[in-house]
C-alpha cells in the first residue's frame, strides 16, 4: 500500500474490510478485529479517532492524533486488568501537552544540540522547542499530526498501520519522508512496533514510541520500585541541556548500572551529577549488542506488587531510560489523580541523541532508494 495514501482511501478502505465506526459510547475490540470510535475534533474540525484492538490478553487503544497510545491495559497475577500507560480521558489534554504521553515520535526521536546540522556539506537549522535544542521532532513534530489509519488483520494478528507524510522543510527536516507505523498485537498478547520510511533527499531520521509505564496501573503513585534490567555497560552522559557530550562513560560503579535488576529508586537520589542535571534518569543507555539485523531482548521491568513484567527488545543500539522527571502534579490522567514525578517512566528505542552531530555514534542518515526499517516488541507477563 503507497505510504502517501489519503486519509479518504484509508476509510474508504476500512469500511470495505468491515470496521466500525462510533461516534459516541465505548467501543470494545474482540480480538482479531480493530474497532473505531470518534475521540474528538480539532479546532479546524479535524475529526481524530480512537482504534481499540486486544489480542492475546493485551488490550491496546491507539489516537489517529500522533499515533498516541492512549491505553494499554494488561492483566496482573490475579487476571485483573488495568491501564499501565499515562495519558488523557480527552483529546484537548493531548493537543496542548508538552510531556508527549503515549506519541509516536519524529522525525528524530530525542534532542539535536541547538536545532543544528549539517548533512553533505548543507546546515540545517530545525525547530527548537527545548531550551536552545530541537526535542522529539520540534514543536509540531509526529506527535502533533492526524495519522491516516488502516485497520487490519493477518493470520491470527491484530493491528494498525498508521501513515504520515512529512513533507521537505517541514521543522526544518530535508527531503519528504513518507513513514509508516505498524501496531501489531500477536495471539501471544505481544505488542510489536515496525516503523518504516523512505525520503526523496537524504534526512536524518530517528523514530520512537513515548509511552509512559506504571506496571502497577495508570494513577497508582511512584515507580521507583519497579525493577529494572538493561543489557547496557555503557551509557551516554551529557551537558547541562541534556544533549551528550559524546563520551561512552561505563555505568560500572554509577547508579546507572542496571546489568543486575534492581529497584528504579534505589539509586536514583544518590547525587550524581548527571542524576543532579537530569533531576533523575533522563539517559540513553548503549545497548551491548548494538544494532542487529533482528530485536533481541535488551530490557525487563517488573511491578513486584501485581507481578505485571514487560520485556523489551529491539534492533536500535540505544534505549532512553527516563524516570518522569518532570511530572509536576498540574497534569491529570483517566483515574482523575495527578502526575507527580516519578509517577511514570519511558523507555525509548532510539538511536542516540545528536547523532547527526556525533560522527562516533551510529549513522541516523537516510539517503533516497534507501528503506528506513527497525523493530521494537513488548511482550507481557505476570
Not at 491501564?83 to 480527552?90: I, T
Amino acid at each position: 500500500m503507497d505510504m502517501s495514501m489519503s486519509r479518504r482511501t484509508v476509510i474508504a478502505g476500512a469500511a470495505a474490510a468491515g470496521l466500525t465506526a462510533a461516534t459516541a459510547g465505548t467501543a470494545r475490540a474482540a480480538s482479531g478485529r480493530p474497532v473505531r470510535e470518534l475521540f474528538g475534533k480539532l479546532a479546524d474540525g479535524t475529526k481524530v479517532y480512537r482504534w481499540s484492538l486486544a489480542n492475546g490478553g493485551t488490550r491496546l487503544k491507539v489516537l489517529s492524533y500522533g499515533g498516541i497510545v492512549q491505553s494499554l491495559e494488561i492483566p496482573d497475577r490475579h487476571g485483573r486488568y488495568t491501564n499501565v500507560s499515562l495519558g488523557y480521558d480527552n483529546l484537548a489534554a493531548y493537543v496542548a501537552g508538552t510531556t508527549f504521553f503515549g506519541a509516536t515520535i519524529g522525525r528524530y526521536g530525542n534532542r539535536i544540540a541547538k536545532g543544528r546540522f549539517t548533512l553533505d556539506g548543507t546546515a540545517y537549522q530545525l525547530s527548537v522547542n527545548d531550551g536552545e535544542n530541537s526535542l522529539h521532532g520540534g514543536a509540531q513534530g509526529f506527535n502533533t499530526r492526524v495519522w491516516d489509519v488502516e485497520g487490519f488483520t493477518s493470520g491470527s494478528d491484530v493491528g494498525l498501520h498508521l501513515y504520515y507524510t512529512s513533507l521537505d522543510g517541514e521543522m526544518g527536516y530535508p527531503g519528504t519522508l513518507r513513514t509508516k507505523v505498524t501496531y501489531t498485537l500477536t495471539r501471544h498478547g505481544d505488542w510489536r512496533i515496525d516503523y518504516e520510511a523512505t525520503t526523496d533527499k537524504p534526512t536524518v531520521v530517528n523514530l520512537t514510541n513515548h509511552t509512559y509505564y506504571n506496571l502497577a496501573g495508570e494513577g497508582s503513585g511512584g515507580i521507583y520500585d519497579h525493577e529494572l534490567w538493561l543489557a547496557a555497560a555503557r551509557y551516554t552522559p551529557t551537558d547541562t541541556g541534556l544533549i551528550p557530550t559524546g563520551e561512552l562513560a561505563p555505568v560500572s560503579g554509577t547508579p546507572f548500572n542496571f546489568r543486575t535488576a534492581k529497584p528504579i529508586g534505589r539509586d536514583i537520589r544518590a547525587g550524581h551529577p548527571q542524576l543532579i542535571t537530569a533531576k533523575g534518569f533522563d539517559h540513553n543507555f548503549v545497548l551491548d549488542k548494538g544494532v542487529t539485523a533482528t530485536p533481541e531482548h535488551v530490557a525487563t521491568l517488573r511491578d513486584p506488587g501485581s507481578g505485571r513484567t514487560l520485556k523489551i527488545a529491539t534492533d536500535q543500539p540505544g534505549v532512553q531510560f527516563y524516570s518522569g522527571n518532570f511530572l509536576d502534579g498540574t497534569l491529570v490522567g483517566p483515574s482523575g489523580r495527578t502526575y507527580r514525578q516519578g509517577d511514570g517512566l519511558c523507555l525509548e528505542t532510539q538511536h542516540f541523541p545528536d547523532s547527526p552531530n556525533k560522527p562516533a555514534f551510529p549513522s541516523t542518515v537516510l539517503r533516497p532508494g534507501q528503506t528506513y526499517r527497525t523493530t521494537t516488541s513488548h511482550s507481557f507477563s505476570a
